[in-house]
């Protein structure tokens, strides 16, 4: 427990004691005055004396009170970092998600988006054959909202790379993985969280293997802390899309961002539907940060010491038919 005003609890209390001090030997005189007089009356004085030490006590927690009392508990709240990356390849203009897997996403991006509080500072990825900043991480949820808005679909994808540019915009500097593959050292990131709105198509970062690269990229994440929840946007059974004059086919690869949420040790979110991608607000619980927080014990003291010298008077008017 602190106090913002410790002399003024030194200040009280040492009244309080006065107070006491002078009720005991005032209570001694009045014994030994009437044991004097050959008069016990030891029950009815205790009686009598209760009202007064009612009152002491209420004038001791008000002291107490007015010198600020606080103590400190854990308050846990949403807060730190998140980057919304959202794939914007050419698979995502399929439409087994109405309208369109992008336009789908970016709907329920944008409505994850207005459900988080101020505390939590909000980015946009955008990634197609490698992932490209939209807006770094504020607080100003706005600007989030609007880049979201902007993206259009188009080229190849690369899941590793989004992963990396989404490290990159939580830690402001460029993360990579290293020539052998491994992952770097970019700290621990534990308030930091990834949400990748993806149909899970990966055609790699740079001529090597997918999965590879995916999957260590997905390493450096774990490394650091940084959970990444995939949002699965599209159907298992697929459709084609046009993709610059040639029909491909496109389904939902959920192994592949299974295999990233788990690593992270994320939640694979699955949206097969317009309706389930609007319910993706809801259903991503972002990791609690605990802090702790003053809590002011006046308001309670007073109230206490208040009851006390109530039943101080009330004791003191019944025994003596006096309020002192």
């Known amino acids: 427990m602190t106090f913002a005003n410790p002399i003024l609890l030194v200040v009280g209390l040492a009244v309080a004691a006065a107070l006491a001090c002078a009720a005991v030997a005032a209570t001694r005189r009045r014994a030994r005055a009437l044991a004097s007089a050959g008069v016990a009356t030891a029950d009815g004085r205790r009686a009598r004396l209760a009202g007064?030490?009612?009152?002491?006590?209420?004038?001791?927690?008000?002291?107490?009170?007015?010198?600020?009392?606080?103590?400190?508990?854990?308050v846990s709240h949403a807060s730190g970092t998140v980057i919304i990356a959202i794939d914007v390849s050419g698979s995502m203009a399929a439409t087994d998600v109405a309208p369109s897997r992008l336009t789908?996403?970016?709907?329920?991006?944008?409505?994850?988006?207005s459900a988080q509080p101020p505390s939590v500072n909000i980015g946009v990825v955008a990634f197609e054959q490698g992932g490209l900043e939209a807006a770094i991480p504020t607080a100003d949820h706005a600007?989030?909202?609007?880049?979201?808005?902007?993206?259009?679909?188009?080229?190849?994808?690369?899941?590793?790379?989004?992963?990396?540019a989404a490290l990159s915009a939580i830690t402001h500097r460029a993360v990579s993985l290293a020539p052998d593959g491994s992952a770097p050292s970019i700290g621990f990131w534990p308030s930091a969280t990834i949400v990748l709105f993806s149909d899970g198509g990966d055609s790699g970062a740079s001529g090597g293997s997918a999965s590879a690269d995916t999957s260590d990229a997905a390493a450096v994440a774990e490394k650091a802390g940084v959970h990444v929840d995939t949002v699965g946007v599209g159907t298992v059974a697929g459709t084609t899309v046009d993709v610059e004059g040639y029909h491909l086919f496109t389904g939902l690869d959920e192994a592949t961002l299974k295999s990233i949420s788990q690593t992270t040790g994320g939640t694979y979110h699955?949206?097969?539907?317009?309706?389930?991608?609007?319910?993706?607000?809801?259903?991503?619980?972002?990791?609690?940060?605990?802090?702790?927080?003053?809590?002011?014990?006046?308001?309670?003291?007073?109230?206490?010491?208040?009851?006390?010298?109530?039943?101080?008077?009330?004791?003191?008017?019944?025994?003596?038919?006096?309020?002192?």
């Open 52 to 74: 007064v030490w009612f009152t002491i006590a209420g004038i001791a927690v008000l002291a107490v009170a007015t010198a600020g009392p606080a103590v400190t508990v854990p």
């Open 104 to 113: 789908a996403a970016k709907k329920a991006a944008q409505a994850f988006i």
């Open 143 to 164: 600007t989030a909202l609007t880049a979201i808005g902007r993206l259009s679909a188009g080229g190849g994808t690369s899941l590793g790379s989004a992963i990396l």
């Open 270 to 324: 699955p949206a097969s539907n317009a309706s389930q991608l609007d319910g993706i607000a809801s259903s991503i619980d972002l990791r609690l940060t605990v802090t702790k927080q003053p809590l002011p014990l006046a308001g309670a003291l007073i109230a206490f010491a208040l009851a006390l010298l109530a039943a101080g008077a009330v004791l003191t008017v019944a025994r003596t038919g006096r309020v002192v």
